[in-house]
């Protein structure tokens, strides 16, 4: 039965055509025709998506067209002695069945481990599911060798694995061949993005699961089908650079708030004037800057108290010499000191203040007198009278000039109150500077005291006192300066390290608004893509769901994909119960969970861009009432047209359906007898069941003749037909045609000859030569049989429907060869 061909196509529609933009020049289109994007955004999205090209730099997966043409099992799950399940390498539904424990399934897994190197029926299960792997009777050379098909140069290959007789299940040796070139390592990483992808296999234990499994699982496979990886990277790309310019931000806040609550336990002055600066909600980090590395004025601080640390006064050697000088220089003008050395000197005084004048007027009347006249003669007897006297006051002028210097040294050694012992409310308690700044107001004093016999007491004393209080003083305030070391020396590094961090955080404060928007334009626009492209898939599930349902009144409508990466993801699936809006998972009986998964599966395994053209189904029917068995028969039997399509069932529902509804499959039995001898038979192919429904028309005596011959005739010109498209399918797909030439030379051939003659002598051949072609290949009994399975049909040949039947059946089996 031919399957309608607008249903194939829907089947097919699905992920991104290769011929499609490329993602990067779609997204550059986008944000150039967003008049709300800025440049810098626009920037940050290009590079977050350049970036993805070094992560799409796989090795190149340089097969296609993939069919499976044999399963060879030994030693592994149920199959002892080696078995082999021979498919039909090209498009079409294969039915493997058998009771349970036959090893059917052994088959399935076999293929899926040597392929993928995994089991999906085995994850998340206890060990004991992967102990048994081994069979009992024939487990030391376990072996398995998956045929391929495939388009291409090299359309034969394999993949083998093979384990020692002590070899754990992970320890097989892993290989493919591409004859004619020898055998070599499996390369898991040229085919384990395109398993992950478009995984073939589906298993009873995953139907379930695509639906009630982890809900990021179903989406995530889904929004890698739909070719969205790269927005997904450079969206996940940017997403962590926002978090850590954020984690940034808020790191440096908890630790400016930690900061602020160390400062305040410390008593010293910089820590008050930095938390006052962090207490803003925009600090000024050149003020913390400052304050850390010490460069503000600090007079009253811990500045004002080194300053009062740094204060000197003259040596105590210093003041004892300036006061023994004076002591010395007062007595010795009080020796030299009589009555009539005070006269001369009085005199002497005179003289010479007189004669100063005289010098600077000339000859004059006497100032002091106004009697007589300084005239020259005046003048020399002042001269000799000058210098007796000097002689005799001379020791008197000398101590009195010696008094005068000893008193202008000692004035000299006092300064003024400094401004550091000022008193300030801020200065701390510890720190008293009171008694300093009196003791020094009474040493200043001492630069303008006139000389008295008691000033070198009193020069000794007031130093002495000073010196004493001044030296407690300093001792305190070292003492408060090492306290304030203690206390503010730790902080400077944290704050320093702070502040390094907040400059940071400042310079980033611009890229972190554009990040954030690039961020969101990316989630928008990847989801407006994404629902673009998930609308392909949506409607092939639910053709497949529409087909699979029958009778369930269950309506699913639109599937949606809702997140992001980094966010909760899930597939969101609209149904309707008798036109009520319901949750899926909360109305679906299992076998409507089934059906659901397998709606989901079939999309993704199907799409053009996969490499498999097999899909390999393991017992789908557990749990379908038998209404959705005949809708699943149709499904299967659609996909076929295109694909591959192998299940493994226990359930006879499926090749009855398939049987009853005409549908073209191959159904194959698998037996299992004693000690794991598992054997394959072709239970029924559609050649075999053309020929088997014309034996049966010749033995229905209840049909007129006339109508039986037509039947019967028919039948093996169906069964001549579905030989030929097999063999066309196999040698073309060999000779490396791509499977879509393949199905469009098949679709050509219109008539049963031309099918032959594609079969036999391939593309190109002509179907007015086929007799010809025929005779001088294998003989005149092959144009006969042919003529007479086409012609029977219409009109009388000259044999019996029996004869026909036999002569079909060997030009099949010719064909078949």
Request: aromatic share 4%; hydrophobic share 45%.
């Amino acid at each position: 039965m031919r399957p309608d061909p607008d249903a194939v196509h829907v089947v097919h529609v699905g992920g991104p055509s290769a011929s499609a933009p490329r993602l990067s020049d779609v997204v550059t289109r986008r944000l150039a025709e967003d008049p709300a994007v800025t440049p810098s955004v626009t920037r940050t999205v290009l590079r977050a998506l350049g970036g993805t090209e070094s992560d799409n730099s796989a090795t190149e997966f340089d097969h296609s067209g993939i069919f499976l043409r044999s399963i060879r099992v030994r030693g592994f799950r149920g199959i002892g002695p080696e078995a082999t399940l021979h498919l039909p390498p090209g498009p079409g539904l294969t039915l493997v069945v058998g009771r349970n424990g036959s090893g059917k399934s052994s088959f399935a897994e076999a293929a899926e481990l040597a392929l993928t190197g995994g089991n999906r029926r085995w994850d998340g299960r206890s060990a004991a599911w992967r102990e048994g792997w081994r069979n009992l009777h024939d487990g030391s050379a376990a072996r398995i060798e998956l045929a391929l098909l495939t388009a291409g140069g090299a359309p034969s290959s394999t993949i083998m694995k093979e384990w020692e007789p002590t070899a754990d299940l992970a320890d097989a040796h892993w290989t493919e061949q591409h004859p004619p070139g020898p055998p070599a390592e499996f390369d898991t990483d040229r085919w384990a993005a395109q398993l992950e992808l478009y995984r073939p296999f589906l298993s009873y234990s995953e139907l379930g699961a695509l639906v009630d499994g982890k809900p990021s699982d179903l989406f995530d496979a889904l929004h890698q089908l739909l070719g969205l990886d790269e927005l997904t990277v450079a969206q996940e790309r940017i997403r962590v650079r926002r978090l850590e310019l954020e984690r940034a931000v808020r790191d440096s806040r908890l630790e400016r708030l930690e900061l602020l609550e160390l400062l305040a336990s410390v008593d010293d002055d910089r820590a008050v004037r930095v938390a006052d600066l962090l207490r803003l909600a925009q600090p000024d980090l050149a003020a913390v800057g400052r304050e850390v590395l010490g460069v503000v004025d600090d007079p009253v601080g811990s500045d004002g108290l080194r300053a009062i640390v740094r204060l000197a006064l003259p040596t105590g050697t210093d003041v004892a010499e300036a006061a023994v000088r004076l002591t010395e220089c007062g007595a010795a003008l009080a020796r030299d000191t009589t009555t009539d050395a005070a006269a001369d000197l009085r005199v002497l005084e005179l003289l010479r203040k007189a004669r100063d004048h005289r010098t600077a007027s000339g000859t004059c009347p006497c100032p002091v007198c106004g009697r007589g006249a300084l005239d020259d003669e005046w003048f020399r007897d002042t001269e000799a009278a000058i210098d007796q006297l000097a002689v005799r006051v001379d020791a008197l002028a000398t101590a009195r000039a010696d008094l005068d210097d000893a008193v202008r040294a000692a004035r000299a050694l006092p300064n003024l109150v400094p401004a550091e012992l000022d008193f300030d409310p801020r200065t701390p308690p510890s720190v008293d500077t009171s008694a300093v700044r009196a003791a020094w107001a009474d040493w200043a004093a001492i630069s303008g005291a006139d000389y008295t016999p008691e000033l070198p007491d009193r020069l000794r004393g007031v130093h002495a006192r000073l010196a004493d209080e001044l030296e407690l003083l300093q001792q305190g305030t070292r003492k408060e300066l090492d306290r304030l070391h203690e206390v503010w020396t730790p902080l400077v590094p944290r704050i320093a390290s702070w502040l390094e961090g907040a400059h940071k955080v400042a310079a980033d404060t611009a890229e972190l608004r554009t990040v954030k928007k690039a961020e969101d334009w990316l989630k928008s626009a990847t989801a407006g893509l994404r629902g673009e492209r998930m609308t392909p898939l949506a409607t092939t599930a639910r053709w497949v769901w529409q087909t699979l349902r029958q009778q369930s009144n269950v309506e699913l409508g639109a599937i949606r994909l809702q997140g992001n990466a980094g966010t909760a993801r899930r597939v969101l699936l609209d149904v309707t119960v008798d036109d009520v809006d319901g949750a899926a998972l909360g109305v679906m009986s299992q076998g409507e969970l089934h059906a659901l998964g397998l709606s989901l599966f079939l999309p993704r395994a199907t799409v053009e861009e996969s490499p498999f053209r097999f899909v390999m189904i393991d017992d789908p029917v557990q749990a379908m009432d038998p209404a959705k068995v005949d809708g699943l028969a149709q499904v299967l039997a659609t996909v076929a047209w295109t694909r591959q399509v192998v299940v493994f069932t226990h359930d006879e529902r499926l090749a009855e359906a398939v049987r009853r509804m005409s549908l073209d499959a191959t159904v194959l039995e698998v037996q299992r007898r004693d000690r794991s001898v598992v054997e394959v038979r072709v239970s029924s192919d559609p050649i075999r069941r053309y020929l088997d429904d014309a034996r049966a028309l010749v033995r229905t005596p209840q049909l007129p003749a006339a109508i039986a011959d037509e039947l019967v005739a028919t039948c093996c010109r169906s069964a001549v037909e579905a030989a030929s498209l097999a063999r066309a399918r196999r040698t073309l797909l060999a000779a490396g045609i791509n499977h879509r030439e393949v199905e469009r030379h098949i679709d050509a051939a219109h008539s049963t000859r031309a099918k032959v003659a594609l079969a036999v002598f391939g593309v190109g051949s002509k179907v007015d030569d086929l007799n010809k072609n025929l005779v001088a290949r294998e003989g005149r009994w092959v144009v006969d049989a042919l003529r007479d399975a086409t012609a029977g049909a219409h009109v009388p040949i000259g044999r019996t429907m029996r004869e026909l039947i036999g002569e079909t059946e060997k030009f099949v089996d010719w064909l078949s060869r």
